[in-house]
């Protein structure tokens, strides 16, 4: 350490120029990480906020929501218990006057059943009759009101926010409960459709009748439409960006090594263990990434406070810890190249140069 | 009895036709408080002579001893060791650690070596001796040619070692610079009781040396 921290102190250009590196790549990690985070979680908020564990679909759905249809026979011998619920799911778009348009998903609930129960409201209340509605707060962000009355799909019956609930979007869209009535409606299903879908908080539920079929949540999410695409994207993104940070953390200190290895030969001569060289050069790299990372952790507190709400990023406490210890584990592996060379550097060459 | 001993020595490098006799029958000694010079050409054999005797690498057959212990078959941990602990060595060029000021160079080696270094008095008392103490804040790079060596001496001289080996010290210093240079080392030698070996071509030194041996085409006499 003692020689890795002076060495830094008096090389700052050169391994300021490192620091930026690992900065640059560790800030480009935690935006792309955040962003991940977010995009997937808009996903998959509302059927985190049931804490969903099971879906019932249409066995033809191609396990999709939206083309999901369970008969009332379908269900006939369906067991709905405190931990189960219907939803009946369409695509709307939200107008009001003076209001921007939004597209979203409309999820029909009934109110004896837990997603109605369960919503967790930011204000106002839970909708009871007919036309009144409860709707995701990213509403209120774009103007609309408690008590504004808005049209679906352009319907020419109005319905009246009456509620603010959080973590309620599904596949980005923010979500509008109302009535499984209004649902039917939109849907324009015939009589004999009991709802979408079954979602149980049970993991162990299980209900396969005729068309019904029953599917873990993962399965569910995982054909969530552009879902797995979006995430191996990002994935792809990040892992790439770690091989990167890797290389460029074992090219440098491998270049500074070999530029240095006179030096080590006449350290070498003059009895400094191996282990203390070794020791300085891994030591080295954990400081340069821990300052870089710290540049680009501060940076991203800053980020992530300034950007609008509408920007989908999701900056948690994972993805510092994961980020960063991602980013230690390349800087100790990157250091680790330059070491053989360290290793067999021959004290000899010290006398006569 | 001698600090350090070359018995029967030979170092060949290479294999076949491209095999070198650099060391031919070597037999040499030293003791304490002697300021040794090892004179010769180019190409003589002086600085495998040097890197032998200082443990940085093995010879092809015969023995080294020093402190009365045969290091020849040391593993490189031990002779590691023993150049950290026994001897120190001036190299041509100085070679200090370029990103450690002057005090750093002895912290260092307080680091890996934790006893038998000098107290911070017999330093103290050596920068002055060496006219160094004011420097003791600056970095190689901010220091002359003259006061690098200085320094390289006080350094090899801080972790006390029994033996001191010298790889051509006076090779860029002016005839006023050997003199004080020359007898800088015998005084080292004589107050601080050391084995001081020295490989130089410069024969402004002999005056100052207690013996004096020639080497030519890997062989080794003594001239004095």
Known sequence: MFLALKEIKHEKLRYGLIILMIFLISYLIFMLSSLAVGLASENTQAIDSWSAKKIVLNKNSNISLSQSILTKKDLKDDDIGKNEAYIGQVAVVVKSKNRPSVSAQFLGIKKDQFIYKDQVLVAGKRGKGKTEITVDSSLRDKGYRLGDKISLNGSARKYKIVGFVNNAKINIAPIIYGSFATWRKLRMVAPNVAAAAIVSKNANYKYNYKDAKTYPIATFINKLPGYTAQNMTFGLMIGFLFVISLIIIAVFLYILTMQKMHNLAVMRAQGIPSKTLVGATVSQSIILVVVGVIIALILMWVTAAVLPAAVPMSFTTTIMIAGTLGMLVMGIIGSLIPIRSILKVDPAKAIGE | ?224
């Open chain 2, 1 to 224: 009895m001698a600090v350090i001993e070359l018995k029967d020595v030979e170092k060949i490098y290479g294999k076949g036709d491209a095999q070198v006799e650099a060391l031919k029958d070597i037999n040499f000694e030293a003791d304490k408080s002697e300021l040794v010079l090892i004179m010769g050409p180019s190409g003589a054999g002086k600085s495998t002579f040097l890197t032998i005797a200082g443990s940085l690498q093995k010879p092809t057959s015969g023995q080294v001893i020093i402190n009365r212990e045969d290091i020849s078959k040391f593993s490189d941990k031990k002779r590691n060791s023993l150049r950290l602990n026994e001897i120190g060595f001036i190299l041509q060029a100085y070679n200090l650690v370029p990103y450690l000021t002057v005090h750093d160079q002895f912290v260092l080696v307080d680091k890996v070596k934790k006893e038998d270094n000098l107290s911070k008095e017999d330093l103290d008392k050596l920068l002055e001796d060496l006219g160094i103490t004011k420097l003791v804040k600056k970095y190689p790079n901010e220091l002359s040619g003259g006061q690098q060596q200085r320094v390289a001496i006080a350094r090899a001289l801080y972790a006390n070692p029994a033996i001191l080996l010298a790889d051509e010290p006076t090779a860029s210093l002016d005839t006023q610079n050997v003199e004080e240079v020359g007898k800088l080392f015998k005084k080292l030698a004589k107050e601080r009781e050391k084995a001081i070996l020295i490989v130089t071509h410069d024969p402004r030194l002999e005056k100052y040396a207690d013996h004096i041996y020639e080497m030519m085409d890997g062989k080794m006499s003594q001239k004095k």
